[in-house]
């Protein structure tokens, strides 16, 4: 969902407000090549240890910020949109960010790459720390929604007060 609200270009044709509600995803597009430092973190209130700043470990994770992990090498229907446009439109949409309190371990879905492990160890940190780099690095007015006693659970994430309340305003 959250590549999907960054490429599309379906939205100012509609003529309707869209909400994009990403919960939970195993990796993130980044709109640039900066990342956090290995060492640092960043929390839910918005503050992070350290700035974003050039990959630590890019000499060695050379596809960290190709395309599905960055905007390099973009293929498809993310290809047709372009770079430009993509970094113009995502910061201003209308997203949420649903994260599992409790997502922190390494479930079998999750993506393990090189290129993941540049975003943080677990889903729940990967999307902390993007909605912070969204924040200061584009200004973004995103949502950052935490669900209390909520691992990678679907049902849990959806059916839970803060998950209802963001897909049912």
């Not at 929390?43 to 240890?49: I, N």
């Not at 372009?82 to 995502?90: L, N, V």
């Not at 309190?101 to 290129?115: A, E, G, I, R």
Request: hydrophobic share 35%.
């Amino acid at each position: 969902m959250q590549r999907y609200a960054a490429v599309n270009q379906m939205e100012q044709k509609l003529g309707v407000s869209i909400r994009y509600v990403v919960a939970n995803p195993s990796s993130y597009v980044y709109l640039s090549d900066v990342r956090l430092r290995s060492d640092a973190t960043c929390t839910p209130d918005g503050k992070c240890t350290s700035p974003f700043g050039a990959y630590w470990d890019r000499a060695n994770c050379t596809n960290y910020n190709r395309y599905r992990y960055g905007l390099e090498n973009l293929v498809g229907y993310a290809a047709s949109t372009g770079t430009p446009t993509i970094r113009k439109q995502f910061p201003t949409r209308a997203v949420t960010y649903l994260l599992g309190n409790l997502d922190q371990l390494q479930d079998t879905d999750l993506d393990k790459s090189c290129s993941a492990q540049a975003q943080g160890p677990n889903r729940r940190e990967r999307g902390i720390t993007f909605w912070n780099y969204m924040r200061q690095q584009y200004q973004a007015e995103h949502r950052l929604v935490m669900v209390p006693r909520c691992g990678h659970n679907a049902a849990c994430m959806f059916v839970s007060s803060a998950g209802a309340r963001v897909l049912f305003p």
